[in-house]
């Protein structure tokens, strides 16, 4: 993937100081969403869920630590959202601090991140998808079904197009590999990198999915983070 590719938009999230990021960085981990919606919905916690909340409270802290030495406000901070999140009941409409808290859960119960590139132009992965469809690609296999989809919970809306969240559940990462690679010689030399290294990557997840499952594990969702 060469950088290429966000939508415009008004953001919340306001610097006091310097200048808006003009690139974004796209990262994927995998894990079992539902011990994630678990922490999120329980009514009463066990001991090992608490220890997993004092841990995203730190990521939360850490967070919000770095937008204050940035100078970027969101409203809210991310540690107030992840409460607000906890006891399901957002203060705000629309804020990212709430997209950023839900990661930071994440982050804290799945793998160790891969880092896919930094990317000036976000939308470029819809032309892609055009790309891909044109091919016969089914919707729930092209970029902007698992980059942009959103989380599996409904949350306030970020303002603007980042953060941004997708998932793709990993029984279907085989799939997603297959259906690229028929295809990655017939699309526009544009597209032809970025779909080698998703088949790659999904061929790679596809296997490890296989393996935790014969071994009792649910390794469920892969998950995308654009910001």
């Known amino acids: 993937m060469d950088g290429q590719p966000g939508r415009p938009g008004t953001s919340r999230a306001r610097r006091r100081t310097g200048r808006r990021a003009v690139s974004y960085c796209l990262e994927m981990s995998t894990g079992d969403m539902r011990d994630v919606m678990r922490l999120l919905t329980a009514v009463e916690r066990t001991e090992k869920q608490e220890r997993a909340l004092g841990v995203v409270r730190e990521r939360c802290a850490r967070t919000d630590a770095r937008f204050g030495e940035q100078g970027i406000d969101l409203d809210v901070t991310v540690s107030r959202a992840l409460d607000e999140l906890v006891e399901g009941a957002p203060s705000v409409e629309v804020s ?49 079904a698992f980059l942009f989809g959103g989380p599996p919970l409904r949350l306030p809306q970020t303002g603007d197009a980042f953060p941004s969240i997708g998932t793709l559940p990993a029984q279907r990462a085989a799939a997603l590999a297959d259906a690229y690679e028929s295809v990655v010689h017939h699309l526009d030399p544009e597209y032809q990198d970025a779909a080698r290294k998703f088949a790659e990557l999904m061929r790679f997840e596809a296997e490890e999915w296989e393996s935790a499952r014969k071994l009792g594990q649910t390794l469920d969702t892969i998950f995308f983070w654009f910001a």
Not at 114 to 140: C, I, K, N, Q, Y
């Open 96 to 144: 990212p601090a709430y997209t950023y808290a839900f990661h930071e859960v994440v982050a804290a119960h799945f793998s160790d991140t891969t880092d896919l590139g930094s990317w000036r132009r976000p939308s470029w992965f819809f032309r892609m998808d055009d790309e891909l469809a044109r091919h016969g690609v089914p919707s729930e296999l092209r970029p902007v």
